[in-house]
């Protein structure tokens, strides 16, 4: 079975150019639900044909199939921190961070102990978190079943 990832980031809480990269990267270990959030053009002010309420369903859907959840938490959002309160206790979460110009991670967040928090500042290290995560993951996945 092909892991199913949800990829989550700000959208209109703030675009992050590392994101595409970052899809790629998870890529690698199973199916991107969310992989539209990478297309640059679509996802600078999060215009789309969709409407919200589209958005909304088809996003809690996908929150819902997912077999994990990458979060990207740098830039502050709305609908990632909703996501992964939504996700909490169901599904193992990974939130990848980058330090920039100070900004400190809301205590929501980091203070949780359900969630994986790893820091990064460039894209080797975000392969090196993905490897250790998802190899932990398989690895209790295997112990479970
Ligand atoms: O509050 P924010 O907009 O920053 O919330 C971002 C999060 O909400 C992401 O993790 C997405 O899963 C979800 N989300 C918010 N807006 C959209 C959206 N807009 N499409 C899909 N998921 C969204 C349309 C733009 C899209 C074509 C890139």
């Known amino acids: 079975m092909i892991m199913k990832i949800y990829f989550a980031g700000s959208i209109r809480g703030g ?8 899809i790629t990267l998870l890529q690698k270990y199973g ?31 996908w929150l819902n199939a997912a077999d994990v959840i ?43 102990p359900n969630f994986v928090i790893k820091k990064y500042s460039d894209l080797n290290q975000v392969e090196e978190i993905l490897e250790k995560f998802f190899n932990n993951y398989a690895s209790k996945e295997a112990v479970d079943n």
Do not use: W
């Not at 539209?36 to 589209?54: F, M, P, Q, V, Y």
């Open 15 to 22: 675009y992050d150019d590392f994101y595409p990269q970052i």
């Open 31 to 61: 199916e991107v639900l969310t992989e539209h959030i990478g297309d640059k053009s679509l996802s600078r002010i999060g215009e789309t044909k969709l409407t919200d309420e589209e958005i909304y369903k088809r996003d809690m859907q």
């Open 70 to 112: 990458v979060a990207e938490v740098s830039t502050p959002s709305l609908g990632v921190g909703y996501e992964i309160g939504k996700a909490e206790n169901r599904k193992p979460i990974l939130c990848i961070y980058r330090e920039q110009n100070n900004a400190r991670l809301s205590a929501m967040i980091s203070g949780n």
